[in-house]
Every structure is written in structure tokens, then in C-alpha cells.
């Protein structure tokens, strides 16, 4: 299964690529991961999960977010989830926007909030907050963050180390209702006070989700593997190309010649693997019957 940034990336620039940038995800509501509703989160909850006291800062200023950045330093924290949110397409020349950032670890999760710093034209990603996610020593882990990881190399100029669960991961790992069915199927959360459900939003249950799987993971299935990094060759296929930060700091030519050979290489896959079925079907139409 492919996602949507890398079926827009395989399209032939021109008429094509237009519609499925920017006319099909404004027909259809499209939206970058996350639960289709709260009802979905309030179903998923009412299950076997308990989800901890969270403390949650919520944020759009520099000294708060700081403030938790800083704490995860002091602990020398390296794994993060992380998830985002975006805002609904306004028509067919204003393309989503990033509108929140969640990043997660353990009971902690920051929210900060990027609305305030959008401008008309992509912008960098406040200094303080690009230096924490650009740190090679920072890993980031969640479901969908190929199109996530992707989002924000394009739109912001930050590229960052990440794992997708559903394009590399422990071989454990069942897919399918994305994020919801994945916690169903993996996680059993408890706590001694489980904190309401109305009390939290959707992005902040979303965004403690991608970190609480993966400490089940981890713990349960052994370390992860650098193996299973996004390229950036992969980020250049999945990135929203129609947005790019003017006089942006990452070169993507060599990516963008990668990521050509890959689709190219799949592509004569595909065709000798078609090839070889028509003939084997060809083959057993003229061949004697059986005894």
C-alpha cells in the first residue's frame, strides 16, 4: 500500500499531479492520519485501555515548550512519538497547512501550537524547536510519519530521523484502522487514576498513542533498528512538493535521483512480474491435459 504524498510523487508533473495535490484532497476532506472523530477515540477507550494522568503542555510560545524540551534533554531522552495536525484546505490553491505538533514521551506530551508562525509562504520552524527535531541523537517513531516526516521537510526545511510503523518495524506489528486499530490490537494500558477522556483532545490522545506503542513495542519485541529509518529519497516521493521553504538549507537533487530510480526499478518489477503471469497463463491455456 502506498500513501497518498508517495502516489503524488509517482505522478507525471502536469495536469495530473495538480488534481491529486490539490483538487481530490479538497473534494474529498482529505486529511494527513488522526481519528476521523472523537466518537472514534471515545470507542477506542471504552475498551481495555486506560490512558494515564498525561501532563500536557499545550503551547505556542518559546518558554513553556522550552521548558519540556529542556527537562528531555536533562534526562537524555532520544525516543519521541510524534504526530501532526492540519488545517482544512481552503480551496484549490491553498493547500493544507501544519497547524500542531505533538511530541510525546512517557506521560509528558507537548503541543505547540504553529498557527501563530504560519505565514503565506512556507517559513522555518522556530530555531529552538527545528534544533530539537533536526539533533541526529533524536529519534522520532509513530504511525503515518512518512507523510508526516515529509510535511515537515518540505514545508518547514526540517528533516528529521524517523520510523514509520507502517513502512518499517518490528515484524510483529499488525496494521489496519490505522492508529486505532493498531492500539486495539497492541496496547493494554492501565493506571491507578485514568484521567477522563473529555478531558483530553483528540491530537493529545493521538500524540501519547505513537509513544505508547512504542515502549510496548520495544519492550515486548527488543530494541528498534536503524535499518528501519525513512530515507530521504522515500521523504522526496512522499513530500508535498507544491510547498517548499524559499532558499531552503536541504538539497533534495540527490534525493529526487533516487527516489526517480526507485520508482523506475518498481516499475520494471512490475512489468516483468505482469510479463511472467501472461505467459504462465498463456502456457497452461495451450499445454496437453492432464492424464
Not at 80 to 105: V, Y
Not at 145 to 159: H, K, P, Q
Request: with cysteine; proline share 5%.
Amino acid at each position: 500500500q502506498r500513501s497518498w504524498g508517495q502516489v503524488v510523487g509517482m505522478a507525471p508533473a502536469g495536469g495530473l499531479r495538480l488534481i491529486l495535490c490539490f483538487v481530490l484532497p479538497v473534494a474529498l476532506g482529505a486529511r494527513q492520519g488522526g481519528w476521523s472523530s472523537r466518537g472514534d477515540a471515545e470507542q477506542m477507550l471504552e475498551g481495555n485501555y486506560t490512558v494515564p494522568d498525561l501532563d500536557v503542555v499545550y503551547t505556542s510560545s518559546m518558554r513553556p515548550a522550552l521548558r519540556v524540551l529542556d527537562d528531555w534533554v536533562r534526562e537524555e531522552a532520544r525516543e519521541f512519538g510524534l504526530f501532526i495536525q492540519t488545517l482544512p484546505a481552503k480551496g484549490l490553491f491553498f493547500p493544507q497547512r501544519i497547524s500542531q505538533l505533538g511530541i510525546s514521551r512517557g506521560h509528558q506530551v507537548l503541543i505547540f501550537d504553529l498557527r501563530p508562525h504560519l505565514r503565506p509562504s512556507p517559513q522555518p520552524l522556530p530555531e529552538f524547536l527545528g534544533h530539537f527535531l533536526e539533533n541526529g541523537s533524536n529519534t522520532f517513531y509513530g504511525l503515518g510519519l512518512m507523510d508526516t516526516s515529509a510535511r515537515l521537510a518540505f514545508e518547514f526545511d526540517c528533516v528529521l530521523r524517523c520510523v514509520d510503523y507502517g513502512v518499517r518495524a518490528w515484524l510483529e506489528v499488525e496494521l489496519g484502522d490505522g492508529l486505532y486499530g493498531l492500539a486495539r490490537r497492541h496496547l493494554r494500558m492501565t493506571a491507578e487514576r485514568p484521567q477522563s477522556l473529555r478531558a483530553l483532545s483528540s491530537q493529545v490522545l493521538h500524540t501519547h498513542l505513537q509513544w505508547a506503542l512504542l515502549d510496548h513495542f520495544s519492550r515486548l519485541y527488543g530494541c528498534t533498528s536503524l535499518e528501519w529509518l525513512i530515507t530521504e529519497a522515500e521523504l522526496f516521493g512522499a513530500g508535498p512538493v507544491y510547498l517548499r521553504v524559499p532558499g531552503a538549507k536541504h538539497d533534495w537533487r540527490s534525493a529526487r535521483t533516487e527516489w526517480l530510480g526507485m520508482v523506475s526499478e518498481r516499475s520494471a518489477s512490475t512489468t516483468l512480474l505482469r510479463a511472467l503471469r501472461s505467459f504462465r497463463r498463456h502456457s497452461a491455456v495451450g499445454a496437453p491435459a492432464a492424464p
